[in-house]
């Protein structure tokens, strides 16, 4: 269930930011501007690619996984 959720993570966090940066560029250059409530949506989304489970680190516990998922055979 872990992997699932860790993989949730990552999908939404993904989603979000491409949301945020459409809305900023249909907004423009005052979405930047600290007093717009686009600026803090922005910062939001991205703080998600920092916090844990960081989104390198899941993709290679899932490639473990899957590649666990097939036996092993010997190549000589």
Not at 19 to 43: F, N, W
Not at 52 to 71: G, I, R, S, T
Request: glycine residues 6%; without cysteine.
């Amino acid at each position: 269930m872990q992997g699932a959720l860790d993989a949730t993570k990552i999908a939404v966090t993904q989603a979000a930011i491409g949301v945020v940066d459409k809305a900023m560029k249909i907004v423009g250059s005052r979405a930047l501007s600290e007093s717009s409530p686009m600026h803090r949506y922005y910062l939001n989304v991205r703080a998600g690619l920092y916090n844990p489970p960081m989104e390198d680190m899941v993709k290679a516990q899932l490639a473990q996984k899957a590649l666990a998922a097939f036996p092993q055979t010997d190549k000589e």
